[in-house]
Structures are given as structure tokens and as C-alpha cells.
């Protein structure tokens, strides 16, 4: 997955990769903890702002990183 996401950071701007294509993957990976630690997922499900927060400043982390390298 994460040879994939580079390859979307490189080829697509931060804006791009932040609204469309990590709050997909964002998601899945945020479902997948969730499922295996519900207690300290819990707030990110019940509070939509605090999940956005959450994921805006992954993402942009996220693209800096993938970016770079």
C-alpha cells in the first residue's frame, strides 16, 4: 500500500491527493483499527470534526512523506 500511495503523491498534487484519494484509504485503515482497539477508535468515530482533523493532518503528513522520498 504504501508504494502505491507514493505513486499517487508523485503524480498528483497536495490538494488532489488530500481530498481525493486519502480519505478512502484513510478510512479503511482508521476501520481496520478500529476493529482491532475500539476504545481508543471510539472518538474518532463519534466525533465527525475530530475525525476530519484527524485525517487533514495525516494526509498532508502523509503527502509531505510520500512525497519526498
Do not use: H, V, W
Amino acid at each position: 500500500m504504501r508504494n502505491k500511495l507514493r505513486k499517487q503523491a508523485k503524480s498528483n498534487n497536495s490538494e488532489i491527493f488530500q481530498d481525493s484519494i486519502f480519505p478512502y484509504i484513510f478510512k479503511d485503515i482508521a476501520n481496520e483499527c478500529y476493529t482491532e482497539q475500539m476504545g481508543a477508535f471510539t472518538k474518532l468515530f463519534e466525533n465527525q470534526e475530530f475525525y476530519n482533523t484527524i485525517m487533514n493532518e495525516i494526509g498532508r503528513e502523509a503527502y509531505r512523506e510520500l512525497r519526498n522520498k
